[in-house]
């Protein structure tokens, strides 16, 4: 069981916006900046919102960070069908059990 | 550009321990703020971070993992090595090294291309 928590799944039509929530604790979202990365089947994480909101170069502006509290969220917007993957958040934990810490994924279908 | 990439045993028998190599290029590891990560993924599953090392040698490690895991660096081969001992059949899992760029807010980009580790005998 992950640290954080998202949601499975989540989806939407294509050109539709969708969010994803990470939900986590005041030992890691509440004091930590959070990063999103993106999994396309079949390939390896890439990095895709950084210090809950920034997003590295080449990262379409169609892709937005969020925090508030001990949650994140990751908006992605026209949505496209090379859009489908998997979605992680990922932030450190600050706990006595200190490291890094992801959530179990949510994987995105364009219907 | 930096790139990394895994290389070691694409099958290991459980008990054995397994060793992991992360070649990368693009930047040192001598670097103040610059660290080397390892995550796995089992099939179908969510990302687990496993270990942590900094430019100046501090190393991190999963807590549940802690006493398997050994993480070590050679910077002048611009390597990072991974071991794991008592390997199971639940440790079957794809294994990434990524980049953790300075300064210190926690990130990995980028990642490398994974390893299938398959741990049966």
């Known amino acids: 069981q992950s640290v954080l928590t998202q949601p499975p799944s989540v989806s939407a039509a294509p050109g539709q916006k969708v969010t994803i929530s990470c939900s986590g604790s005041s030992s890691n979202i509440g004091n930590n900046y959070v990063s999103w990365y993106q999994q396309l089947p079949g390939t390896a994480p890439k990095l895709l919102i950084y210090e809950n909101k920034k997003r590295p170069s080449g990262i379409p502006d169609r892709f937005s960070g969020s925090k508030s509290g001990t949650s994140a969220t990751l908006g992605i917007t026209g949505l496209q069908t090379g859009d489908e993957a998997d979605y992680y958040c990922g932030t450190w934990d600050s706990s006595l059990s200190a490291g890094v810490v992801f959530g179990g994924g949510t994987k995105l279908t364009v219907l | 550009q930096i790139t990394l990439k895994e290389s070691g045993p694409t099958l290991v028998k459980p008990t054995q321990t397994l060793t992991l190599t992360c070649t990368f290029s693009g930047f040192s590891l001598s670097t103040n703020g610059v660290g080397v990560g390892w995550i796995r993924q089992p099939p179908g599953k969510a990302l687990e971070w496993l270990a942590l090392i900094y430019w100046d040698d501090d190393k991190r490690y999963s807590p549940s993992l802690k006493s398997r895991l050994t993480i070590t660096k050679d910077t002048s081969k611009n390597q990072v090595v991974l071991t794991m001992t008592n390997m199971d059949p639940v440790d079957t899992a794809t294994y990434y090294c990524?980049?953790?760029?300075?300064?210190?807010?926690?990130?990995?980009?980028?990642w490398g291309q994974g390893t299938l580790v398959t741990v049966s005998s």
């Open positions: 990524a980049h953790r760029p300075p300064p210190g807010i926690m990130r990995f980009d980028p």
